[in-house]
T-cell receptor, first 110, second 114 residues
Framework: GQNIDQPTEMTATEGAIVQINCTYQTSGFNGLFWYQQHAGEAPTFLSYNVLDGLEEKGRFSSFLSRSKGYSYLLLKELQMKDSASYLCAVSTGGGNKLTFGTGTQLKVEL | DTAVSQTPKYLVTQMGNDKSIKCEQNLGHDTMYWYKQDSKKFLKIMFSYNNKELIINETVPNRFSPKSPDKAHLNLHINSLELGDSAVYFC?????????????FGQGTRLTVV
């Protein structure tokens, strides 16, 4: 089966750095995605990793270790607008099927 | 201009009714999906179509029937609606020949069964 775990909630301070972890056990692996979802809105793409290592994109970075079944999303210089749910998703199968974790609700406080 | 659009955005209906949700994408993608997000915000795939052909069919009651008249459209018809069907349904699309690219999601349809 497919199993993706991430913390349910996290709280951080504006201007700080936060790391959201994701562990996965899946049959097949085409890559790992991170999506951001604000309340009442659609998920939007943040990052993609298929090889081990760190991918940096502005204030957001994502890391992958395939041998450990582990990824994290790093958010720097947190802003209030970063308060959202962050979804870890693994792509498997020929149809680019995305299996999502339950999401981590991040709250950024002053 | 909207890449993936679905209608309606909100749908309130009584148990036992039959309803449809429409989805259209103007990105030229070959693959389209339906996802269900429950009250706990868990997003789960239901169906995937590639160029009008069903390629993913998760364990979904057969009251749910997707229909793809062409590769730009994927509609979801639900028969005999039940209270447990209340959720947000997201349509998405991605290019098939680039498996490892992101899926683009529609704005969602919030279905409430009363």
């Amino acid at each position: 089966g497919q199993n993706i775990d991430q913390p349910t909630e996290m709280t951080a301070t504006e201007g700080a750095i936060v790391q959201i972890n994701c562990t996965y056990q899946t049959s097949g692996f085409n890559g790992l995605f991170w999506y951001q979802q604000h309340a009442g809105e659609a998920p939007t793409f943040l990052s993609y990793n298929v090889l081990d290592g760190l991918e940096e994109k502005g204030r957001f970075s994502s890391f992958l270790s395939r041998s450990k079944g582990y990824s994290y999303l790093l958010l720097k210089e947190l802003q209030m607008k970063d308060s959202a749910s962050y979804l870890c998703a693994v792509s498997t199968g020929g149809g680019n099927k995305l299996t999502f974790g339950t999401g981590t609700q991040l709250k950024v406080e002053l | 201009d909207t890449a993936v659009s679905q209608t309606p955005k909100y749908l309130v209906t009584q148990m036992g009714n039959d309803k449809s949700i429409k989805c259209e994408q103007n990105l030229g993608h070959d693959t389209m999906y339906w996802y269900k997000q429950d009250s706990k915000k868990f997003l789960k795939i239901m169906f995937s179509y590639n160029n009008k052909e069903l390629i993913i069919n998760e364990t979904v009651p057969n009251r749910f029937s997707p229909k793809s008249p062409d590769k730009a459209h994927l509609n979801l018809h639900i028969n005999s609606l039940e209270l447990g069907d209340s959720a947000v349904y997201f349509c998405a699309s991605s290019p098939r020949d680039r498996l490892n690219t992101e899926a683009f999601f529609g704005q969602g349809t919030r279905l409430t069964v009363v």
